[in-house]
């Protein structure tokens, strides 16, 4: 499915290298299922603005390949002509804060101002804007306008505001292996006197199930143990 390719690349991105997959192969499958209106969708001919903006994000780190331009740019142009006249998105029929927080995702990943670029402004309201709509008094966000909170759509409008607070994409994450580097003083588990505690506690464990074994299957035994 689409969604399999788009996680996979991001995957790829991040160094990942499965065998028999490559990120131009993960990316020439995605090219053949753009729909002709320039976006991409989960089943049909037209494309969604969620997916559509998933599958952005995932090409950004490719736009180096043959044909990715020429796709993003088809892609967005799609997503300009989605945006609704409230600055937000709609999927599938019902305007929500995850499509507008996929919008956001996308356009950041391939820096683009989601708060200022013109193509994704709608009578003076970005899409940026349109995702507070959907801000609660409690900080958490409502899957629709005026909708109870939702985690789902908390969860991913918080992705797409941390987006905007960081550098690259936010589904690039940093490749530099990380060594641990315990703090001075520090002891491991099995440092010290912590090590003469487990084979302490481990001593009394196998003397107490040998007393069973040895003895039977008693209350005073099991009480032992």
Not at 138 to 146: E, L
Request: one cysteine or more; proline letters at 4%.
């Amino acid at each position: 499915s689409v969604m399999s390719l788009v996680f996979g690349l991001h995957l790829i991105n991040n160094g990942i290298t499965p065998e028999n997959v490559t990120g131009e192969g993960v990316v020439s499958e995605l090219l053949e299922i753009q729909c002709a209106d320039g976006g991409w969708s989960l089943t049909g001919e037209r494309g969604d603005a969620d997916v559509t903006a998933m599958v952005l994000a995932a090409l950004a780190e490719n736009r180096d390949m043959p044909g990715v331009e020429t796709a993003i740019s088809a892609g967005l142009e799609f997503l300009s002509g989605a945006q609704l006249p409230s600055g937000g998105y709609m999927s599938y029929g019902v305007e929500n804060a995850e499509s507008s927080a996929q919008v956001i995702i996308a356009l950041d990943a391939l820096g683009i101002d989601p708060g200022s670029d013109g193509r994704f402004v709608k009578n003076g309201v970005s899409v940026r804007d349109a995702l507070e709509v959907y801000r609660l008094p409690s900080g958490g966000y409502s899957h629709t306008p005026g909708g109870a909170e939702s985690r789902i759509a908390t969860a991913q409008s918080m992705c797409a505001l941390g987006a905007l607070e960081t550098e690259g994409s936010f589904w690039v994450t940093d490749r530099a292996p990380v060594e641990y580097a315990p703090v001075k003083g520090e002891r491991g588990l099995f440092s010290g006197y912590k090590l003469w505690a487990c084979i302490g506690i481990a001593a009394v464990g196998v003397a107490a199930c040998a007393v069973v074994l040895a003895k039977g299957y008693s209350k005073k035994n099991l009480a032992l143990v």
